[in-house]
Nanobody, 128 residues
């Protein structure tokens, strides 16, 4: 049974940092694409960042480039999102997601429908 458990969310002031973690109970985790999504109240779920199975290819939404870094540790079956220079508009519930198909041409990394499994989310609140 696949399970994704996020942690590391919290409240932080504008300009601060947080590091989100996701523990993936997936047998062959190293074969999965992984992503971070976020959803604010009344908004659609948005792809924030994604990473290839080996961690060699990463993707970011334009609004977080240069501030957020996605990484993974396949030995520990962990996914991370380092978030720096946080802005109030980064406030949202953040979700970890897993795509079982691995790297494929034309992978729509920011499309929630591309992912098979989801965590329960961790709340990030950025205040001024």
């Amino acid at each position: 049974q696949v399970q994704l458990v996020e942690s590391g969310g919290g409240s932080v002031q504008v300009g601060g940092s947080l590091r989100l973690s996701c523990l993936a109970s997936i047998y062959d985790y190293r074969n999965y694409n992984m992503g971070w999504f976020r959803q604010a109240p009344g908004m659609e779920r948005e792809g924030v960042a994604a990473i290839s199975p080996a961690g060699t290819v990463t993707y970011y939404v334009a609004s977080v480039k240069g501030r957020f870094t996605i990484s993974r540790d396949n030995a520990k079956k962990m996914l991370y999102l380092q978030m720096n220079s946080l802005k109030s508009e980064d406030s949202a519930m953040y979700y970890c997601a897993a795509d079982a198909r691995g790297m494929q041409y034309g992978w729509r990394w920011s499309d929630p429908d591309e992912y098979n499994y989801w965590g329960q989310g961790t709340q990030v609140t950025v205040s001024s």
